[in-house]
């Protein structure tokens, strides 16, 4: 049948940015190129013709986004830079919450995941450090930053509680200490949390001059 005048036409750009969309809205266990299809209005089969399987879009998906963090310029100096890159990283997390656990967790080997990562180490080796120190860095950042975001768009807050939790009452009697951290562990506070662990990383690493 021919494609109704007031259609869109399906391209790579179109079924990517639905997907993105899509995942948001109802996650991604619920995602499906059949379900995709649906909102775009065209047949599951249509979807295969742009990308052979789920896993292909599921991949360009990862891409996109990588694609979207912007790169600071070299001319900067390297802590800077790490420090923007990490910034926008969590600002993606943000935005693709329900994403987010997959892009997070994917193994970023394609050509722009491979580009993405060089861009990180190179802050770690123009800062000068040696190609051990700077490996170790950039694991340690990974460490912190994909267990940051992911705690902030879908861990501690959001998972499982006790049946027979303390009442706050309890709380403060018995755990006076716990009680009064607990002031600074909601999401107002995350950002000044976040900001004292990197700059934790960054000088130990010796990337922040004091």
Known sequence: MPRPANRPSLTRERIESEALALIEREGLDAFSMRRLGQTLGVEAMSLYHHFPSKAH????????????????????????????LVRHWRDIARRHARFYAWLSLHRWNSATGVAFLAEVLACFTDAGLDS??????????????????????????????????????????????????????????????FELGLDVLLSGLGLLRR
Do not use: W
């Not at 860095?137 to 940051?148: D, K, T």
């Not at 006790?162 to 951290?181: D, F, G, M």
């Open 57 to 84: 879009l599921l991949d360009a998906l990862v891409d996109r986004v990588l694609a979207s963090v912007p790169i600071p310029s070299r001319e900067q100096d390297p802590a800077s830079r790490l420090r923007q």
């Open 132 to 193: 051990e120190r700077a490996a170790r860095g950039f694991r340690a950042l990974g460490y912190y930053v994909l267990g940051a975001t992911l705690d902030e768009t879908q861990g501690y807050a959001n998972g499982p509680a006790s049946l027979q939790p303390l009442t706050q009452v309890e709380l403060e009697t018995l755990h006076p200490q716990v009680a009064q951290a607990g002031r600074y562990f909601t999401p107002d506070q995350f950002d000044t949390t």
